[in-house]
């Protein structure tokens, strides 16, 4: 306790001696450097690790988010979306995009990107797992690493081809692209082989031109002499080989097509890109096939008098059936000088020597020359109609037998001439021009004039008073007949003729010995012959009738030419028998007998033939012993009453029976009337409208 | 006298010449080196306390940094494959109109970790600077911290099992991401901050500088 008495030493502040700085250090310090170590090198392996960034520029970003697109190539993700943002001026979409560092040295120059969408087409749905997940963009580019690049354009279609797709990409011209679109299969043999990508213009935009590509291994069957065509579709032609229907496979006839063969060998390879023409069919193609574009072309004009219309560039020259060239131009030029100048249709030819069958490398004066030794043998040109419906023209070139001599004209004008034959056109629109010039000149009017002169015939006829008259005088004629009948001279004739009779029995007997009965007897059979003469005449009426019957039958169904021939004919027959003196003076003449008729009558009435008869009786009953000489009178009186009475008989007869002659005359002249109707209707159409012959209506 | 000083106020058990083990509590005489009880090991003051509360603390918020740059949670569904970070998630539940679950979220995942930085950082300032003042108060704010940092955990709980229970191939399925990591880890090394950071260092401060 004296510690604090005497003050010893002051308290030390005891403490301890620093440790050094690192000694100080607790291990504990490791943890936050080894988590700063991670840290900082996940952030740098996170920094390294996270790709290129790449721009693509789109017209349009549709479903492209920043952060959730992703880039793929051949399916496998190698990059996402980062930014979407405007370019300046708002033009076009920016996306910038993460590129897996691996992939991003092959981004060189041929680097595509296209955003790929659902897309449902004819071939197929594709792009269908975007539906759900959203579009990606899709890369392609080829394994060779060039000088990479960070800004690219994207497509606005996508690219059909990978680019390390096997095989061979052909460029296509046409010269319309209506039947082209991007993914159109290429077909070989009706199997898909290949397809088109996306159609352009070509840089002086005459003509549309696309890329096939055609995949391994039928990118073998390409060579130079292979030729491409439309195949979508289907194509009807008229060639000159007739109609034909080309349809390929369902989906080329919607979506179009090109098709390709190689029918001759000996074609060379061809290298990527090499320029194909795009034939309209394969018809085209297989003939162009012949045509090769690099050979001489040996042009010859031949200068055609008549139109050339259906003659047109590209038009057929064959020689024997064979092609062997095409018109290559067509103008009118002035042959001849001042006033012997006429203009001439100039077709030029332009004609493949090696097709003449002189061998590959003919040469075009080779060809002038056999062509100019042909033609001093008879080689003329012509045209002839390939198609009747479509009425195209060719050029033929044909060995005329007796031809004219004529020699190639070499010198004169811009082409060798080969002189021309008569052309063999026959086309449907003159054909149908010359049956209705035929149909014209029918004599459709004439047969109308004729009808109406018949009708005209008839009518004067009928209404001829003598006609009129005739009936009233045949029953004038018959009242008088039955009045003479009744008379109490001709009822006393009977009386008379048994008193008659009596005494002639007793005459017979005479008489048979003076031949008198035969005598008799043959006057009454000759005046029977008469009386059926004029029956025969009378039944002839109605054969006529009949004959105007069928002849009306037959016109009502007869073709055209033949019913107004013969219904002309007829007509003029009947026309001219009507029109003679004889058949008008018919009537006139009828009645006149018929007057002489009663005439007659009145005269054995009024005591003439009656009276004498009586008398004669009178005579012959007080003058029996006159008798002798009575008797040679009295056959010829007996022969002409019966004859007499015979006729009258027949005539009243065969007049009976007018109510059915009229009635027959009468339905003849309408039928005939009908008939003239439907053939005047029938020119009428045929007048206004003349196609109905064509087309039946 | 220092100590005759401190007369007025609390004495500590240092002044007192006594050792108190952590552990069990046994109080012991100042220089034993091992708990009789329990053996834990004995020390008066935690020297390189300090120094394990700012290894752990920088430790911690080195890792909180990926937490939150890395995605939380990997949704792959049949449509559609969504990452979300942290505060992208409590975005989308703030734009889904899920303000509660979005609160819970932002508090156990944001507030409380940057909260236990902050506190943490302020604790070791003060004790370095032998600060005075609100001794008691920062010692509640110690005990909240230490009692606190656990809750934190419950993010790393919510990607687990949701990463356990939803596998279901191409459908849906839920992944731990990266920052799951990270983010359990900022959390380990924030707790270990906490226990490193030896509470009695608040109440020296009267004594070393006199």
């Excluded at chain 1, 006159?626 to 009475?645: F, G, I, K, M």
């Excluded at chain 2, 046994?26 to 020297?47: A, I, M, N, Y």
């Amino acid at each position: 306790m004296s510690e604090p008495t005497n003050p010893g030493p002051a308290p030390f502040d005891v403490r301890p001696v620093k440790k050094r700085i690192w000694q100080r250090l607790s291990l504990v310090w490791l943890v936050p450097l080894v988590a700063l170590g991670i840290s900082l090198w996940a952030a740098w392996q996170n920094y390294a690790d996270r790709g290129t960034l790449i721009t693509i520029s789109f017209e349009n970003a549709s479903g492209i988010s920043a952060g959730e697109t992703t880039i793929k190539y051949r399916d496998v993700t190698v990059g996402e979306v980062e930014d979407v943002e405007f370019s300046e001026g708002l033009t076009d979409v920016l996306v910038h995009a993460r590129i897996d560092k691996t992939v991003a040295p092959f981004l060189d120059d041929d680097a595509q990107f296209w955003v790929v969408r659902p897309d449902v087409s004819i071939r197929g749905i594709t792009g269908l797992e975007t539906v759900l997940s959203g579009v990606f963009i899709e890369g392609n580019w080829d394994t060779d690493a060039d000088v990479a690049q960070t800004e690219f354009t994207g497509l606005e279609q996508p690219n059909l081809t990978r680019a390390n797709q096997r095989g061979i990409r052909v460029v296509l011209r046409a010269d319309d692209g209506g039947s082209i679109a991007a993914g159109a299969p290429v077909l070989h043999k009706g199997i898909e082989v290949g397809y088109l990508e996306k159609p352009e213009l070509s840089f002086n935009g005459r003509q549309v031109v696309v890329n096939a590509f055609i995949e391994s291994p039928y990118d073998r069957r390409i060579t130079s002499s292979t030729r491409f065509w439309d195949t979508s579709g289907f194509s009807v032609s008229f060639g000159t080989g007739g109609v034909s229907l080309d349809v390929s496979s369902l989906a080329s006839v919607i979506e179009g097509g090109i098709a390709f063969d190689t029918v001759v060998s000996g074609g060379n390879p061809i290298n990527e890109g090499h320029r194909f023409d795009i034939f309209e069919g394969e018809q085209q193609a297989r003939d162009s096939l012949f045509l090769d574009p690099n050979a001489e072309i040996l042009e010859v004009a031949v200068l055609f008098e008549q139109s050339v219309s259906g003659l047109a560039v590209g038009s057929e020259v064959r020689f024997q059936g064979i092609r062997i060239g095409e018109v290559s131009d067509l103008n009118a030029i002035v042959v001849g000088e001042a006033t012997d100048a006429q203009v001439r249709l100039q077709a030029v030819l332009a004609i493949e020597p090696s097709r003449l069958g002189m061998g590959g490398d003919a040469t075009v004066d080779e060809a002038l020359e056999l062509l100019s030794d042909f033609v001093t043998r008879g080689l003329r040109a012509r045209m002839v109609t390939g198609n009747i419906l479509a009425g195209t023209l060719f050029v033929e070139l044909v060995e005329v037998e007796d031809a004219l001599p004529a020699i190639m004209t070499l010198t004169s004008g811009d082409f060798p001439v080969i002189p021309t034959t008569t052309s063999e056109i026959s086309d449907v629109a003159a054909t149908a021009e010359g049956l209705l010039a035929r149909i014209n000149a029918l004599p459709v009017e004439e047969l109308m004039d004729g009808a109406i002169n018949l009708m005209d015939s008839f009518e004067r006829l009928a209404n001829d008073e003598y006609t009129r008259a005739t009936p009233a005088a045949l029953v004038a004629l018959l009242d008088e007949s039955r009045e003479l009948i009744n008379s109490d001279d001709v009822q006393a004739i009977p009386r008379d003729l048994r008193d008659v009779i009596g005494d002639l029995d007793g005459l017979v007997a005479e008489a048979n010995d003076v031949g008198l009965i035969a005598n008799l007897d043959s006057a009454v059979v000759t005046a029977g012959r008469v009386a059926a003469n004029f029956e025969l005449a009378t039944q002839n009426l109605p054969k006529i009738t009949a004959d105007i019957q069928a002849l009306t039958a037959r016109a009502n169904e007869l073709e055209l030419e033949a019913l107004v021939a013969s219904a002309t004919d007829s007509l003029n027959a009947i026309d001219a028998f009507l029109g003679t003196d004889d058949a008008v003076a018919f009537p006139r003449e009828a009645n006149a007998a018929l007057s002489t008729m009663r005439a007659l009558l009145d005269e054995v009435r009024e005591g003439g033939a009656v009276a004498n008869v009586n008398a004669a009786l009178a005579s012959a009953n007080q003058a029996a012993k006159a008798v002798e000489d009575a008797v040679s009178t009295l056959p010829a009186l007996a022969a002409r009453a019966n004859q007499l009475v015979t006729q009258t008989e027949a005539v009243v007869n065969s007049y009976s029976e007018r109510s059915r002659f009229s009635a027959e005359t009468l339905a003849t002249l309408r039928d005939i009337q009908e008939a003239s109707d439907a053939i005047s209707s029938l020119a009428r159409t045929i007048e206004r409208n003349p196609n109905s012959l064509l087309i039946g209506r | 006298m220092g100590i005759a000083g401190q007369s007025h106020s609390l004495i500590t058990a240092r002044d007192a010449g006594l050792v108190a083990c952590q552990q069990c509590g046994q109080v012991h005489r100042l220089g034993t080196r091992v708990c009789k009880r329990c053996e834990g090991r004995l020390q008066s003051r935690d020297g390189e306390s300090l120094q394990k509360v700012w290894a752990w603390l920088i430790a911690g918020m080195i890792a909180y940094i990926p937490a939150n740059l890395y995605p939380m949670l990997l949704t792959s569904t049949l449509v559609e494959r969504s990452e979300s970070t942290i505060i992208g998630g409590v975005v989308e539940l703030v734009e889904h109109g899920s303000w509660g679950i979005a609160a819970i979220v932002f508090i156990a995942s944001v507030m409380i970790p940057v909260g236990k930085f902050v506190a943490i950082m302020y604790l070791a300032i003060s004790v370095q600077r032998h600060s005075k003042d609100n001794q008691h108060e920062r010692h509640k704010a110690y005990e909240v911290v230490e009692f606190i940092g656990r809750w934190s955990m419950i993010d790393v709980f919510v990607v687990a099992i949701l990463s356990a229970l939803v596998q279901l191939d191409t459908i849906a399925t839920i992944n731990p991401g990266i920052a799951a990591v990270s983010f359990a880890l900022s959390v380990i090394f924030t707790m270990l901050s906490a226990q490193a950071f030896d509470s009695r260092l608040i109440w020296d401060a009267d004594r070393t500088r006199p």
